[in-house]
């Protein structure tokens, strides 16, 4: 049986391809263009290196804030249940997901089968997030892969009070005006994100198994500065964490074809 489960975010779409439930491939590429195009693209390149064709596809789930221009998908549903099952999926201990994306946080509850339980959010602000991230490695004029080893280094955090991206963004301008140590700014940075993203998650209830999902699942400074503000030992997935979602929609996808 072969089935794709589509993640169209706001600033990457995913794609990955299950044979017989087994990831055979994935793609993940930036959303710069039509969305139905990039759909398309990415299914291309990950289904070439399986030696299938689009037609071998059994069934297609597509998920996140773009699901519905996935035109071939055969069901489109909502992100937070393809992230609990794509985490199930990957950790079955995992009882809270932490999904940092582009964009958006997302902490959720979820059950020993992968059901939402309970679930919180940010509000429309991007702090805390991904692009927050970036906007700060372009401000200071560092690559966005640079910033968790800088952050490491700092024993003197920089004070990050602002809460709204646009404004902590100013902030950081205004610390490097000042004088203040990058190293410092930077892990003032993600300390203000830790805090942010404990408030968010705080509100659900922890759980252990606690796994982080999304982008910046790829932050070891978030994720080791998140655990100790959460009291828990944080997990990782054993593939890109971008891919979670996608995951999830490919699992339901699997199962909806089965019983069609």
Known sequence: MIVTGFDFGTLAAKV???KDGEIVASEISNVKTVPE???QDILEKALSRTGLVQPDIDYSVSTGWGRKRVSFANLDMADMPCLARGA???LPSAR???DVGGQSIRAISISEAGKVLEYNTNDKCAAATGRFLELVAEALELKLEELAPLAFKSKEPAKISSQCCVFAESEVVTLVNEGRDIIDIVAGVHDSIVRRLAATSGTIGITEDVVMT???AKNERLIESLGKQ???DIKTVDVDPQLVGA???AVIAQEKASVS
């Open 247 to 249: 995951i999830g929609a």
């Open 88 to 90: 199930n999926w990957l």
């Open 230 to 232: 959460l009291k828990v």
């Open 96 to 98: 809270t997901v932490i």
């Open 16 to 18: 990955v391809v299950m």
């Open 37 to 39: 195009k990039v759909a």
């Open 214 to 216: 999304g982008g910046c």
